[in-house]
């Protein structure tokens, strides 16, 4: 079993490149599905989570290949098994996102309910709604969601509440649609926005993502298309949140600082000093000083969830106290205790987490329990006074490419183990 080991106090310096972004990526090989042909994607990261989506697409029947150290080839039209396996499923959540292609391009699909994880219930009941405002007949069946249709019809979408990969799944179960869909109270992530342009380059007819209503008319085929894509704004803040915690001066680049702005708001409110381009960012602490914060998670164009856990071990060494709520994920702290026992001093009050700033973290053997909460246990260890050594490190692999050879490169005495 892998694990990472940290030497902390060493202060972090110098520039470092993103990978690609993980969720965009997810989105568009399932996106791949609804084209007649080949689809390319560039600047896609190694990582786990992109494997088990190969592994699904491959298992659909559908040809899905690495073209390259980061590019790849998907081609849908040999699909011949529309059904998702839960064994595939389960090992990634996203994976739930090829039931609106598979519906869109096919007429039906089996695709298992992806299930809980560490950080909550994840329920899929907005994926559902807003196939069947589609046309779809949907039906749960032991575990196992089995959608068909004899054509979608385009429909309207009230979410009830913001869903990223929702939104995502209906909006390309409806590009195929006959007639007009509208998505109202869309999520508004990059992601989202990303995946409208993808579908509009392929041929879709796609309007108003990045706002809260989008308006798709339904075309007869897409055509597979080259895409570059985006740089992953969570590993460019997690990057950010690790060089300030070691007091050091890091600047990222390769990706849209616009689709970081509240985490580069929620940076400067704890006290650094940031210099922003369009493509890179540089972070350092004015006057030495971190101080406190007060952070609310929530859905794009606020501070992000995927963040939570590295601020939070960014502001452990702060002056002052923070306080974070998590309002997104229904159990989102399991990096508290971790960094309790590094000598944080937090304490947990319902979906709020108060953080008095200590002196100095000290280093400890901890466990990664979800792929956020790792990435925030590896920030707080780079600050740590010692060594740290942290478990199960295959949850950061999930959506970390190399983490440890660009922290290396940043400086950091940092290595794997297994
Ligand atoms: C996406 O998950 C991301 N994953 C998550 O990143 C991210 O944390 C999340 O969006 C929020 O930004 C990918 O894009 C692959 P949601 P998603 O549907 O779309 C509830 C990471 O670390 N909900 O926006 O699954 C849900 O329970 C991962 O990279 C319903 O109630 O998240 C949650 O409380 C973790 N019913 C809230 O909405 C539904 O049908 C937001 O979830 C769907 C969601």
Known sequence: MDRIVVRGGTRLAGEVTVSGSKNSALALM?????????????????????????????????????????????????????????????????????????LARFGSARVSEPGGCAIGVRPIDQHLKGLRALGAKVRLDHGVVEATTSGLCGGRVVFDLNTVNGTQNVMMASVLASGETVLENAAREPEVVELADVLSRMGA?????????????????????????????????????????????????????????????KLQEAGATLTTEPSRVRAEVGG???????????????????????????????????????RVFENRFMHVPELQRMG????????AAHVRGVPRLGGAPVMATDLRASAGLIVAALA???????????HIDRGYERIEEKLRGLGAEIRREG
């Not at 704004?233 to 890091?250: N, Q, S």
């Not at 952070?295 to 306080?323: H, I, K």
């Open 384 to 394: 740590a006074e010692g060594d740290t050594t942290v478990n199960r490190v295959y």
């Open 30 to 102: 399932c996106a791949a599905l609804l084209a007649e042909g080949e689809t390319r994607l560039r600047n896609v990261p190694r990582l786990r989570d992109i494997e088990a989506m190969l592994d699904l697409l491959r298992a659909l029947g559908a040809r899905a290949e690495w073209a390259g150290d980061h590019e790849m080839c998907i081609d849908g039209s040999s699909i011949s098994n529309p059904e998702a396996p839960y064994e595939l499923v389960r090992k990634m959540r996203a994976s739930f996102m090829v039931l609106g292609p598979l």
């Open 344 to 351: 944080a001093d937090i304490s947990l009050a319902g979906r």
């Open 205 to 265: 007819d796609v309007r108003g993502a990045g706002g809260d209503r989008i308006t798709i008319r339904g075309v007869s085929a897409l055509r597979g298309i080259e895409h570059q894509v985006s740089g992953d704004r969570i590993e460019a803040g997690t990057l950010l949140c690790a060089g300030l915690a070691t007091r050091g001066d890091v600047t990222v680049t390769g990706i849209d600082t616009s689709s970081l702005e509240s985490t580069l708001d």
């Open 288 to 326: 030495g000083r971190l101080c406190e914060v007060q952070a609310v998670t929530a859905p794009f164009p606020g501070f992000p969830t995927d963040m939570q856990a590295q601020l939070m071990a960014l502001v452990c060494t702060a002056e002052g106290s923070s306080v974070i709520t998590e």
